[in-house]
């Protein structure tokens, strides 16, 4: 059985547990919602203000950069998981591309602020290139399954550069271009990538 004295210190020890990851998520938070505002490198001293912490406060809890662009990326993952439903490979060629391209669209348009950030920091920062990497990789597996079909039936000879197209066509730079570059709302972009899409798969409507 604990002592009172001993009781005492766990709950204290507890309470502060319970403060510094509070804290750690408030400045976490800050920098996603500045980052979805479209301030791609917002300082120190932003994101603590909107943290409603001190900037000192800021570096106790994260004080390597790193380790905040990897809890952020972990945050992000969490805010965007449920688009991640699988597109079912078993529908027909106009259905999967609707899907797809919507599912796509949606993942973008969730993390626009920050892919964008991240682009801006990825020659510099070791996290933040290896979530782009692992993110990048995991979205041209996702292309190959829903449309193995359509490129297991194309010459062999032209299978590579087929993959290469429809994984450029529905990845971030293509959703960046609609967006920020040409000025599309998303539902023009969306309508964009699947007009692509459909082109680079021949798809033939009834």
């Given at each position: 059985m604990l002592r009172p004295m001993e009781t005492t210190d766990a709950k204290s020890r507890n309470g502060r547990t319970v403060r510094a990851e509070r804290t750690r998520r408030a400045l976490v938070d800050a920098l996603l919602s500045l980052l979805d505002e479209g301030m791609l490198r917002p300082t120190a001293e932003r994101i603590a203000e909107r943290a409603g912490v001190s900037e000192r406060?800021?570096?106790?809890?994260?004080?390597?950069?790193?380790?905040?662009?990897?809890?952020?990326?972990?945050?992000?993952?969490?805010?965007?998981?449920?688009?991640?439903?699988?597109?079912?490979?078993?529908?027909?060629?106009?259905?999967?591309?609707?899907?797809?391209?919507?599912?796509?669209?949606?993942?973008?348009?969730?993390?626009?602020?920050?892919?964008?950030?991240?682009?801006?920091?990825?020659?510099?920062?070791?996290?933040?290139?290896?979530?782009?990497?692992?993110?990048?990789?995991?979205?041209?597996?996702?292309?190959?399954?829903?449309?193995?079909?359509?490129?297991?039936?194309?010459?062999?000879?032209?299978?590579?550069?087929?993959?290469?197209?429809?994984?450029?066509?529905?990845a971030w730079t293509a959703w960046q271009s609609y967006r920020f570059h040409q000025g599309l709302g998303s539902a023009r972009a969306r309508a964009a990538m699947r007009t692509t899409l459909a082109a680079l798969l021949g798809e033939r409507r009834p």
């Open positions: 406060s800021l570096f106790q809890h994260f004080p390597d950069r790193e380790q905040l662009f990897e809890a952020v990326a972990r945050a992000q993952y969490e805010r965007v998981v449920h688009t991640l439903e699988p597109v079912d490979a078993s529908l027909p060629l106009p259905k999967r591309i609707d899907a797809f391209a919507t599912q796509r669209s949606r993942l973008h348009e969730l993390s626009k602020g920050v892919l964008r950030a991240a682009l801006l920091l990825e020659p510099e920062s070791g996290a933040v290139a290896g979530w782009l990497t692992t993110a990048r990789k995991a979205g041209a597996a996702d292309v190959e399954r829903v449309f193995r079909g359509e490129l297991e039936a194309a010459p062999e000879a032209e299978r590579a550069a087929l993959r290469a197209a429809l994984v450029s066509a529905s």
